[in-house]
C-alpha cells in the first residue's frame, strides 16, 4: 500500500492535472473570445462583401468533412476532424476573416475539441456565406418545377379534352353503328 501512494499515485495524478490545466487555459481562451464576440460581429459585417468571394473559395476547396460541420457543427464531428478544423482555420487566418486567428491558435495549442465555442462561432460566421450561396443555386429551381408543373397540368387538360372527345365519338359512333361490330378500344391511360 505504501508503494502505491508514494509511487503510482502520483503519477496518475500528474497525468490527470496536465489535462486539467489544459482545460483551464482553453476555458480562458474561450471567456477572452466570448468576451470579444461583439467587436468580432462588427469587423465581419464591415468586410462581409470582400470576405464572402473569399470564403466561399475555400469552403469550395475544403473535404466534404468540412463542409458538413460548417452546416451543422457537432461536438463528436469537430473531435474526429480536428486537424481539417485546423487547416480550414488556418486558410481563414489568410484571408484575416474576423476572430479566426485567435480561435486558430487556441485551437492549435489547445485542440479543437477543447475550444469548440470559438470555433463554431467562427463556423456559424462562415455558414453565413454558405446559405447564401446555396439559396442562389437552389432558387431558379423551384422556378422550373413551377414551370414543369403547368406544363404537366395543361398536358393533363389536353389529354382529359381529348379523352372526352373520343368519348363523344365513341358514343356517336356506338348510336350509329349496331353494337355487334367491334368494340373500340379505351385510349391508354397516362
Known sequence: MGYWKSKVLPKIKKVFEKDSAKKAAAAEATKTFDESKEEISKEFEEKKTELEPKVIEIYEASSAEIKTLVKDPKEAGLKKQSTSVQKFLDEL??????????????SSKYGPAYVSGPIFFVFEKVSTFIAVEEKAVEAPAPETKTEEASTSTEKEIVVEEEKKEEAVVAEASEKTEPPAKVEEAEPPKP
Do not use: H
Not at 487566418?93 to 487556441?106: H, L, N, Q, R
Open 93 to 106: 487566418v489568410k484571408i484575416e476573416f474576423p476572430g479566426s486567428k485567435p480561435v486558430s491558435e487556441a
